[in-house]
């Protein structure tokens, strides 16, 4: 099993940035997926969640209205759109697998990507 995330950088605030995850090695389309966020001295956050079917979305409050979770199954990739960055959203953002419903506690994820560095300065 495989969780690939890129597209991370270094944006100024107010700024945008695509992260992408791609998953290999157990079948993407039946999982739901998630991205959490780990900013230095702080706990891993939830930020957002789909179905395996993507037809259902969640996110945390503090990315609402900003940030798209979204997933290709054909290709088995998971996006995460993040718009009007702020230097809080500062943290290595993880992708992760969910064998059940897509959730906000990552104790119920299985599978976890390597984390891709998102810096925003103002």
């Known amino acids: 099993v495989q969780l690939q995330a890129s597209g991370g950088g270094l944006v100024q605030t107010g700024g945008s940035l695509r992260l992408f995850c791609a998953a290999s090695?157990?079948?993407?389309?039946?999982?739901?997926m998630g991205w959490f966020r780990q900013a230095p001295g702080k706990e891993r956050e939830f930020v957002a969640a789909?179905?395996?079917?993507?037809?259902?979305?969640y996110y945390a409050e503090s990315v609402k209205g900003r940030f798209t979770i979204s997933r290709d199954n054909a290709k088995s990739m998971l996006y995460l759109q993040m718009n009007s960055l702020k230097t809080e959203d500062t943290a290595v953002y993880y992708c992760?697998?969910?064998?059940?419903?897509?959730?906000?506690?990552?104790?119920?994820?299985?599978?976890w990507g390597q984390g891709t560095q998102v810096t925003v300065s103002s």
């Open positions: 090695g157990f079948t993407f389309d039946t999982y739901g």
């Open positions: 789909v179905t395996w079917s993507g037809g259902s979305t």
């Open positions: 992760a697998a969910d064998r059940g419903i897509a959730t906000r506690y990552a104790d119920e994820y299985d599978y």
